[in-house]
């Protein structure tokens, strides 16, 4: 088929090279700008699926937005049977969506409507869910609201990060697409409308949402830091003696304890929250590498009865 590939960051990438290996007809790759990166933001860094796509040579464009007739335009003259969206970026309006003899289709990860933008991964795993999945969907205008045609489960264990679902979700996805495209070819790729319960969005992830909180439960913390391992991080800050501090909880584990919220309980380190406690297994303090939790109070010359703190302004 003769496809137009829309995808930015390294979630897109797996699903970009099944499309590619299965031999159908690349005509465009969309992704985002190239964005300034380095200490001085003086080199200008193309997106991850920018970077494969002219690996594969592939022809590749970058426009800021679809409001000028020119982008739409050009969009429209390649003629594609089907564009394959997944993670891209930008709204599309309706001429672009309807330009593409079978529309558009979108790779989610999530099991929609459930978690329908931006961060459905993270979301997934800071509500505690216990799974998630791969949807391919058609684009309608409506913010991830079109039927969907085929879907992959994955369970969300305990102790699974973002990072690793995102990883096994990029992969389940790329095989997703790929029979999707195989139906769709033949005229077998059926769709239905998603439920009208059970709606959840999943906002961008805010700063002030990525703080660890130790008045909060142990349970619910652990579910926050696994959803924001290893980007953006939750964190928490604390005054080593030259004021805060922040420090990143990378990897947690639930442990039995109880004290003051905060409180280092043993040099596990096992710290207290709001009910139960938490176990510290990779930390990663402020221009450091990770360490271990043990090695962070090492470090830090904190020892069992410290405090660390809850509080924006922290303090021990």
């Known amino acids: 088929m003769r496809v137009i590939f829309m995808g930015t960051p390294d979630f897109a990438l797996a699903p970009l090279a099944e499309i590619f290996g299965r031999g159908h007809e690349i005509a465009a790759v969309y992704t985002r700008a190239p964005k300034p990166a380095g200490r ?12 494969a796509a002219e690996r594969y040579g592939l022809t590749v464009l970058t426009p800021k937005n679809f409001r000028d007739p020119e ?37 989610h990860a999530s099991l929609l409507p459930r978690w329908r933008g931006a961060a459905p991964i993270q979301r997934a795993i800071m509500a505690g869910d216990k799974e998630t999945g791969v949807e391919v969907m058609k684009m309608e205008e409506g913010l991830d609201t079109g039927p969907i045609a085929m879907a992959e489960k994955l369970a969300i264990t305990p102790d699974m990060t973002g990072g690793e679902a995102h990883d096994r979700l990029s992969l389940l996805g790329a095989d997703l697409i790929g029979r999707a495209l195989a139906a769709l070819e033949r005229g077998g790729l059926q769709f239905q409308p998603q439920a009208e319960e059970g709606v959840l969005y999943a906002k961008k992830i805010d700063k002030a949402e990525a703080r660890v909180d130790f008045a909060r439960p142990a349970g619910e913390l652990h579910n926050l830091i696994c959803g924001l391992s290893p980007f953006p991080g939750a964190f928490f800050e604390t005054d080593f003696g030259k004021g805060p501090e922040r420090v990143k909880v990378l990897h947690s584990a639930l442990a039995e304890g109880a004290g003051t919220p905060g409180e280092i309980l043993d040099e596990t380190p096992r710290v207290a929250c709001g009910a139960g406690a938490l176990r510290l297994i990779e930390v990663q303090r402020a221009g450091r590498g990770p360490v271990s939790g043990a090695e962070f109070l090492r470090g830090a010359r904190l020892t069992p009865g410290a405090i660390l703190a809850q509080a924006e302004n922290a303090a021990l």
Do not use: M
């Open 40 to 51: 001085r933001g003086l080199e200008l860094t193309p997106s991850p699926v920018h970077a």
């Open 71 to 107: 982008t739409i335009e050009q969009f429209q003259s390649f003629e594609a049977d089907v564009a394959v969206v997944v993670a891209y970026g930008l709204i599309l309006p309706k001429p672009v969506l309807d330009s593409p003899a079978y529309g558009c289709l979108n790779l």
